[in-house]
């Protein structure tokens, strides 16, 4: 299994509401990320859990909250959040942290809409 | 200050051409360089990848050439097929880590 999935495919959801965004991977992977994809533009990184341990937070506002329940899941919980956060989010995952264990895969995305 | 540069937004070729997309950086601590393939609404698919200590990675119709002394990649793509038409991203990784530094990326059509 070489894949990186990703659910739901698609997301809307008001300013108001809580939702979450799931990833899941079987390559054994210990390294995953969430990036932010804005249309025309590349990936920005917002997450980085390494041993199912938070390693990096590229300053990302609150209204979003990550977490790995185990090393094959990662979730994103949105809350709060404002319409210019309409993106699609990418999951991706990696062998290890360092070179050369650290190639990414990607998953296919959720594409989130905030009205 | 974008530390990985593609300046080419866009290259048209045709069916069976050569396909070369650049890539420039400016971070001398950069030390593996990585290529993605792009889709519209889908993730980026890992294409090819090289090390800073290699020159040349090919693998199939793709071949990544390094030139360290002046911070430059490229992606050779031969023969060209329709089915190549992508947003194709450069990407580095810091010898001290393992964040992907993006480039803008280069949509590559393929004429028929």
């Known amino acids: 299994d070489t894949e990186v999935t990703q659910t739901p495919k698609h997301l809307v959801m008001g300013m108001t509401n809580k939702k979450s965004l799931k990833c899941e991977q079987h390559m054994g992977h210990r390294a995953m990320y969430w990036y932010k994809q804005k249309a025309k533009k590349p990936p920005e990184l917002m997450f980085v859990y390494s041993y199912e341990k938070l390693s990096i937070n590229e300053s990302v506002p609150s209204r979003f909250s990550p977490e790995c329940p185990n090393s094959s899941l990662l979730n994103l919980h949105l809350h709060a959040l404002q319409p210019e956060d309409s993106a699609l989010y990418l999951c991706?995952?990696?062998?290890?942290?360092?070179?050369?264990?650290?190639?990414?895969?990607f998953g296919p995305g959720t594409r989130l809409t905030v009205l | 200050d974008q530390q990985v540069k593609q300046n080419s937004p866009s290259l048209s070729v045709q069916e069976g051409r050569i396909s070369i997309l650049n890539c420039d950086y400016t971070?001398?601590?950069?030390?593996?360089f990585l290529w993605y393939k792009k889709y519209p609404a889908e993730g980026p698919t890992f294409l090819i990848s090289?090390?800073?200590?290699?020159d040349k990675n090919e693998d199939g119709r793709f071949t990544v050439f390094l030139n360290k002394s002046a911070k430059h990649l490229s992606l050779h793509i031969v023969p060209s097929q329709p089915g190549d038409s992508a947003v194709y991203f450069c990407a580095a990784i810091h010898n001290a880590g393992n964040m992907l530094t993006f480039g803008g990326g280069t949509r590559l059509m393929v004429k028929p």
């Open positions: 991706a995952s990696s062998q290890g942290q360092r070179s050369p264990y650290n190639e990414q895969f």
């Open positions: 971070n001398s601590m950069f030390d593996y």
């Open positions: 090289i090390s800073s200590i290699k």
